[in-house]
């Protein structure tokens, strides 16, 4: 008897995910509509599409809501053959903001749906604009620690600090900017976007 085993595609899906209050939906209207607008706390997921500058084939961008109630149910829904995750942190939000966005991120890295499908993975430090924000280093490597993120996630290996070599072999970058100012600030974000495409 033969097995085949073969990984899950990648759909043509990228999710934008992170708690409340990050930046995501004004993320989403820029990268969508090409404008930032005022937002208000989403409960259904934003749904549009990005047209990649280099040619390829539109992507379908996701903005999950980041309220953890919904936000658990259109994550279980949206997570399964998506071709990249944009995680979302509000860089000025303190220890507390900070936390909550690492235990997303931790979820989107150590989950099942995720891992088969390895989606491309974006770390976008929102909201550098603001006195108080923290920055992503230049020279994160996947071995880093997550000290950027102030805080130990349990990696589900007793008495271990979380490292990104952890999450192997998803692909991780990290960006930074700012939601709030022109377009500009987002290039990061589009040109990950058209790279993955």
Same mark, same amino acid.
């Given at each position: 008897m033969i097995f085949l085993l073969r990984r899950k595609t990648k759909g043509r899906t990228v999710l934008l995910v992170g708690p409340t209050d990050v930046g995501k939906s004004s993320m989403f209207s820029q990268i969508?509509?090409?404008?930032?607008?005022?937002?208000?706390?989403?409960?259904?997921?934003?749904?549009?599409?990005?047209?990649?500058?280099?040619?390829?084939?539109?992507? /379908?961008?996701k903005d999950l809501p980041g309220h953890e109630r919904v936000r658990i149910k259109f994550w279980d829904e949206s997570k399964a053959g998506s071709r990249g995750i944009v995680c979302v942190v509000d860089a000025s939000g303190g220890n507390k903001a900070i936390? %909550? /966005?690492?235990?997303?991120?931790?979820?989107?890295?150590?989950?099942?749906?995720?891992?088969?499908?390895?989606?491309?993975?974006?770390?976008?430090?929102?909201?550098?604009?603001?006195?108080?924000?923290?920055?992503?280093?230049?020279?994160? /490597?996947?071995?880093?620690?997550?000290?950027?993120?102030?805080?130990?996630?349990?990696?589900?290996?007793?008495?271990?600090?979380? %490292?990104?070599?952890?999450?192997?072999?998803?692909?991780? %970058?990290f960006a930074e900017g700012s939601c709030n100012l022109d377009k500009k600030e987002l290039t990061v974000v589009t040109d990950w976007l058209d790279t993955i495409a």
């Open positions: 969508v509509g090409g404008k930032n607008i005022q937002t208000v706390t989403s409960v259904t997921p934003n749904e549009g599409e990005y047209i990649p500058l280099n040619g390829k084939a539109a992507l /379908s961008i936390r %909550e /966005s690492a235990e997303i991120i931790y979820t989107v890295l150590t989950d099942p749906a995720v891992t088969s499908v390895r989606p491309n993975i974006l770390i976008f430090a929102n909201k550098q604009d603001a006195p108080l924000a923290k920055a992503i280093t230049v020279n994160h /490597s996947p071995n880093d620690k997550v000290c950027w993120l102030n805080i130990i996630i349990v990696s589900g290996k007793m008495d271990k600090d979380f %490292e990104f070599a952890h999450a192997a072999p998803l692909k991780i %970058e």
